[in-house]
């Protein structure tokens, strides 16, 4: 007789929702890291478990209800996180349909658990339909709830970081759960066995100049959490404050030798808000993927004032190809407000060290932040084109649900998206935040005419036949032609 089932964690499927056309060929299909190291941590703790990837097998809510129904497992966990903080409020859309399905067809209990949902807990549990709601990072509430349900426990104050309702229908909440100490002894790697591993691929411009070769992929923390508080971030909502835990290097690298040697994979990307930051850490991870001879196609972010001289060349050496800045803006007094102080000489300092290096550099600029106006977006516009990096992402300013913008949205009265989605950069129903000075909608226009003012520019398009060939050239023109879709611009 086959063991019973003690939980299938769900990774809801909104690529479509979120990036229209684009993620049809453009977008990477990541891994569910989190849905993987949740899976790692039960097994270690002795329980049965699966992983459903709705996202990589194209399931809709349907298909994960009846994929999880014939599995029969004690519980559903759908798990909302995303590849970068952000990604967990866009999916909840996807999340929510998912868990509706379940209820509809007479499911397992439920749980979801994301950084979204540990925000906004009791909202979570008194609009979604869910039976349990996880405040805090997961693997400990999870083990727990597993636990008591095997039990048949009525009553679940023992299970740390749990919303539910009681038999009269009422709120409950039970105490937090404290976070993981010692990331490689309870989150030791990625239960990669459980995933469809030949179905992920990389972003396009992670490939750029072999955009053939963008499988197989994978992506891997190496640290949970950030030490900063930009105000526009969310990525310590479900860690309960602003912090920093990291993997050693040879648990990383180890997981690394495992993805290549096993399955195959050169593109990796690593997770973490801010891997370039602690010097022993990466210089740490650098020797021993040196050391082991791995042949990779690394790409990673980093901030201004944390890449320095001497990590560059072993960077370089150990496969670091790609490095995302957080350039946010071309105005010291925008950025200041942003939690972002550093001058507009550092920022070209350190793109042109990193590119001297052999390294592209991804800038990432954010517009429609609380100061900008018309004149500062277009500042910031003109800086993406004279620093003429390797790629761009161009964001509109969003209060992401745990992130101070979120409080500052609400004590001001600032109009929010009116659905998860909303929360999406490339979505249909975008809405950034307005300004003082400045509409949503006139925001998010600019944003969108700044993405292919930039991407068409000759002295772009120029730098990426030179650096990776006339092929991908013609693959970024083609990409700059897509327009994306808006509601509300």
């Known amino acids: 007789m086959a063991a019973v089932l003690d939980a299938v964690f769900i990774n809801p499927s909104s690529r479509e929702q979120v990036y229209q056309k684009l993620g049809g060929s453009l977008t990477a299909i990541e891994p569910p890291t989190w849905a993987g190291m949740l899976a790692t941590y039960c097994r270690n703790q002795g329980l049965a478990v699966d992983i459903l990837d709705a996202e990589a097998l194209g399931l809709g809510p349907d298909g994960v209800a009846r994929e999880v129904i014939d599995r029969a497992p004690r519980l559903a966990v759908v798990v909302a996180y995303g590849h970068q903080p952000s990604a967990s409020t866009q999916s909840m859309g996807a999340a929510g349909l998912c868990l509706r399905a379940l209820r509809a067809a007479g499911g397992p209990p439920t749980l ?74 309870d989150l030791p ?19 750029f100049g072999s955009l053939e070769a963008r499988q197989p992929y994978a992506s891997l923390y190496t640290s949970l959490g950030c030490p900063f508080k930009c105000s526009f971030c969310c990525i310590n909502a479900p860690f309960g404050r602003a912090g920093i835990r990291y993997h050693g290097a ?28 602690h010097p022993r850490h990466v210089e740490a991870i650098c020797d021993a993927i040196i050391a082991r001879g791995l042949d990779l196609n690394i790409w990673a972010y980093a901030r201004i004032d944390t890449v320095r001289d001497g990590l560059l060349p072993k960077l370089a050496q150990a496969g670091f190809r790609w490095l995302a800045l957080g350039i946010e803006s071309a105005s010291e007094f925008v950025r200041d407000g942003a939690e972002k102080s550093f001058s507009t000489q550092d920022i070209y300092d350190t793109v ?11 800038g990432n600029y954010i517009f429609g932040l609380p100061d900008d ?10 800086l993406a084109l004279d620093l003429n990096c390797e790629f761009a992402n161009f964001y509109s300013a969003m209060a992401y649900p745990g992130s101070p913008l979120y409080r ?25 935040l307005p300004t003082e000075t400045l509409a949503a909608s006139e925001v998010l226009r600019f944003r969108d ?6 991407f068409a520019s000759p002295r772009y ?9 006339s092929a991908t050239r013609v693959h970024v023109a083609e990409m700059s032609r897509q327009r994306l879709a808006r509601k509300y611009a």
């Open 112 to 185: 979801i658990v994301g950084g979204h949902v540990s925000a906004l807990p009791e909202r979570t549990l008194l609009e979604e339909a869910v039976d349990f709601v996880c405040e805090g990072e997961g693997p400990r509430t999870v083990e727990q709830l597993i636990r008591a349900l095997t039990a048949g426990a009525t009553d679940l104050e023992s299970v740390e970081g749990l919303w539910y309702r009681d038999s009269d229908g009422a709120v409950r909440h039970t105490r937090p759960a404290r976070n993981l100490d010692d990331l490689d002894r």
């Open 189 to 207: 790697g990625i239960a990669w066995d459980l995933l469809p591993m030949e179905r992920y691929r990389a972003h396009n411009w992670h490939c």
């Open 250 to 277: 040879e648990q990383v690298v180890g997981e690394l030798t495992l993805l290549a040697e096993r399955y195959g994979v050169r593109n990796v990307k690593i997770v973490d808000e801010m891997f370039v930051l």
């Open 352 to 362: 042109r060290k990193i590119q001297s290096h052999g390294i592209s550099v991804i």
């Open 373 to 382: 106006t018309r004149d500062t977006l277009r500042g910031t516009l003109d």
């Open 408 to 432: 500052t949205a609400l004590e001001r009265g600032w109009a929010l998206p009116e659905t998860w989605a909303g929360y999406s950069q490339h979505a249909y129903e975008t809405l950034p």
């Open 449 to 454: 005419d700044a993405f292919h003012a930039y």
């Open 461 to 469: 398009l120029e730098l990426v036949e030179h650096k990776f060939g």
